[in-house]
Nanobody, 121 residues
Framework: QVQLVESGGGLVQPGGSLRLSCAAS????????MGWYRQAPGKQRELVAS???????NYADSVKGRFTISRDNAKNTVYLQMNSLKPEDTAVYYC???????????????WGQGTQVTVSS
């Protein structure tokens, strides 16, 4: 089994910063992509940022220049540094990983349980 465990959410004032972490564990052979999605109340889940094993990044237009995704491949951990936070960044943030497991050639996608980020004064 594979688990993704997120941490780092919380309440922050507008203009503040937070750093989210997501550690993947279990029977993991290789991880091709890790990323962060978010879902605000009444809205669909959307991609925030992703990072492939080759180092290719993809950001939502709304977070470009403010958020930075990074990865520690040795620890199977992905980070999201969020700066200049705005009230519209308020959402539950979910970690996502696309990977191969030991003894299984099928590509699989896993989700974390989500962590709440609230930007409010």
């Amino acid at each position: 089994q594979v688990q993704l465990v997120e941490s780092g959410g919380g309440l922050v004032q507008p203009g503040g910063s937070l750093r989210l972490s997501c550690a993947a564990s279990g029977s993991i052979f290789s991880i091709s992509v890790m990323g962060w999605y978010r879902q605000a109340p009444g809205k669909q889940r959307e991609l925030v940022a992703s990072l492939t094993s080759a180092g290719t990044t993809n950001y939502a237009d709304s977070v470009k220049g403010r958020f930075t995704i990074s990865r520690d491949n040795a620890k199977n951990t992905v980070y999201l540094q969020m700066n200049s936070l705005k009230p519209e960044d308020t959402a539950v943030y979910y970690c996502n990983a696309g990977l191969l497991r030991y003894g299984n050639s099928a590509y699989a996608t896993y989700w974390g349980q989500g962590t709440q980020v609230t930007v409010s004064s």
